[in-house]
């Protein structure tokens, strides 16, 4: 299953579906974004094998230069995109596609610190199972309490997060 309605925060056991789901859709804005120079990247709970998730696949974007992203935009509409602008995530475009949301597009310039956090936590819960396992944990309750609230939803869950980074940053 794939597709979260706005205004709506639930997660589902994981599956393998959301794999296929990124390979997909990584293949058509790859296709796209050709002559960009792109790197593409399936981030979020759905790329962290056995996590349940908001049943949305997030791929980041990383492109030369971040104006690029502008370039970017009329190709990834014709897939169905709406774009968001600058605004409402620290540097990165922001795009989204579908009602109920099932992608969602962070577009960065290359070698940005928010996206290398995204691929340092992604990495570390898919290779440590306990940490997994508390995230899993901590995702299920959060979301019985914000079930309409995905921005308390989110940093609820901001403490976790840091303290995974300190862990991977150390190695531990």
Sequence with gaps: MLGLPKGQVFIIPWTE????????????????????????????STSIQGLSAKPIIDIAVEVDRFD?????????EELGYLYHGTKILPERHYL????????QIHMYERGNRYLADQLLFRDYLNSNVGSRQEYQELKVRLSEVHKSDKHAYAEAKTDFVQDILLRARRGS
């Design 96 to 103: 989204n596609k579908g009602e109920p949301r099932t992608h």
């Design 68 to 76: 690029d992203g502008l370039l970017c935009v009329t190709g990834l």
């Design 17 to 44: 579906e959301w794999i296929v789901a990124y390979e997909e859709e990584c293949s058509r804005i790859r296709a796209k974004l050709n002559k960009f120079n792109a790197t593409i990247h399936h981030i979020g």
